[in-house]
């Protein structure tokens, strides 16, 4: 285990990514938006990802230096094309500008396919938060990767496809709910598996459909499977957001014979302020978050948290006290740097 400082990360894994071919500023943007899933403590999507990228890379299954292409506009409605690049940069791209059109129409909707790894979702409803718009996102994968069971079957059929929203808070933490509609996002397994660690019970089944909590049987031969979350309900989620971000978007839904991992994404965006409101949507916000804090709690110790609190809370302490990297990511990104001569010193 080791602990780095994210001030010290971020330019190594900016230099990573420079020296593989990515000019800036995406470079940065990838570095940035990896090291900020540390630092607000969704491991899965940090720093682990970077090796895979530097492969895919490699592989033309992700490409550097994309710029969306506009396939069809209107002033509320972006479909746009993200070229296979990294999800980093052609999804901040695609927010920018469909965040510019809700900011003039009151609302838009986003439809972004044929995009890399859009890495954490909670990323583009926060940068809709800082615009002063509320959010709406569902996400889905190709089918390169399947991992999730659906309800009442034993095989992959799905992906862990995200529903993430964000809802701006005048004098407090943004309400930022993302989410993977499968009991576990795939990302913590594979964190578990490295830590050589179980995973909680209900997560996962092996191949035969037995339930399991170790990830070496998840990804063993013959694999097995993630259950969706909450059970049919969950499932029901993951099926819509196919509908949105795979169907709607053309991207596609998952299916075995994708080549790339393909993020779709579908979103809305609403601008509050736009919308007559007697009650004032700033106030009303802020009234319901007291009201639902000033619950009994379950336990003595427990604490009532809106949904994004424990990721800003996480990002204040790692930010002062470091990240904690566990050896096999570490050394991957050790690796990964010295492949590409890039020398690592923190
Ligand atoms: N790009 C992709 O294809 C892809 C696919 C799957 C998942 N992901 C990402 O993986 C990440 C992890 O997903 P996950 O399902 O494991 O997340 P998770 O189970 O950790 O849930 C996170 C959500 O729950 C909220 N939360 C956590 N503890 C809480 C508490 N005590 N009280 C109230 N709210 C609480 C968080 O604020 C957040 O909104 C997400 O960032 C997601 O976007 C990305």
New binding site residues.
Partial sequence: MIKVQADRLIPLVQQIFSRAGCHAPEDAQIARRLVE?NLVG?D??GVIRVAYYIDWLKKDMVRANQKVQTVFETDTLAVLDGQRGF?QSVGEQALDIAIAKAKKSALSVLVLRNTA??????DWPQMACEAGLCSLFF?N?SGFGLLVAPWGGIDRRL????V?AGVPVRNGTDI?????T?S?????LKVAFNKGVDVPPGCIIDHDGNPTNDPKTFYGKPPGAILPFGGYKGYGLGIIAEMFAGALTGSGCSDPAAPHLI?GLFALLIDPERIPNDIGFGHEVERFITFVKQSRKATPDSEV???????ARTKKQRLADGIELDDITWKSLCDCAQSLGVAVSI
């Fill in positions: 899933s969704h899965s999507h999800g790894h859009l890495g954490r979702i909670g996400v994968t992906s862990a496809n995200p993430a930022i709910y993302d989410i993977s499968s576990i996002a795939e990302g913590k993020n948290l809106m949904p994004g609190e424990i990721e």
